[in-house]
Each structure stands twice: as C-alpha cells, then as structure tokens.
C-alpha cells in the first residue's frame, strides 16, 4: 500500500506520551499513530468480526452438535453433561 505523509503539530505532553507508548510497544510513533487511527476507524474491529465469522462457519457442526438446541429452545444433553453433575 503506498504511504502518504502527513505533518501533524501536538503539544509536547503528547508527543511525548506518543514517543513512550510506542517505545513500550517496540513500535516508530508513526506505526503507533497508524494502529490508532485504524483501530478508532473499526478496522481491527471488523477484522475480528470477520475472523470470528469464518471460525463459526468451519466448526459450526461440532457447535451444533455439542450445544445444539432442540426445536423448542431447549439445551440438548451433551456426552459430558452426565458428568458434570455427578449422573455418570
């Protein structure tokens, strides 16, 4: 992706409260900036949501079949439940 530069003015309480986050994070302050401007605009948000989506789609099976739920609502009994309250 090519880069564009932009030249930002700050006080410089917060450039250094940017300098010594991104330090923590082992990170330039301009790859600091970066993650949070992406993540204030939802990016990593919408990349969670769609990673969470994918893993539903290749397990959804062993989900439904462990905590399916019967026509009426209702929680069907799984091979471990026996066990978790002391029935096995």
Do not use: C, H, W
């Not at 330039?28 to 990673?51: C, K």
């Not at 439904?64 to 096995?88: I, M, N, V, Y």
């Amino acid at each position: 992706m090519a880069k564009t530069q932009l030249n930002v003015r700050v006080d410089e309480d917060t450039a250094r409260a940017a300098r010594e986050r991104a330090l923590a994070r082992g990170m330039s302050v301009n790859r600091y900036i970066e993650e949070l401007v992406r993540q204030d605009a939802g990016e990593a948000g919408r990349t969670f949501v769609e990673a969470a989506a994918d893993f539903m789609k290749s397990y959804a099976s062993v989900f439904a079949e462990e905590f399916g739920a019967d026509r009426d609502g209702a929680r069907r009994e799984g091979p471990l439940d026996g066990a978790r309250d002391g029935r096995s």
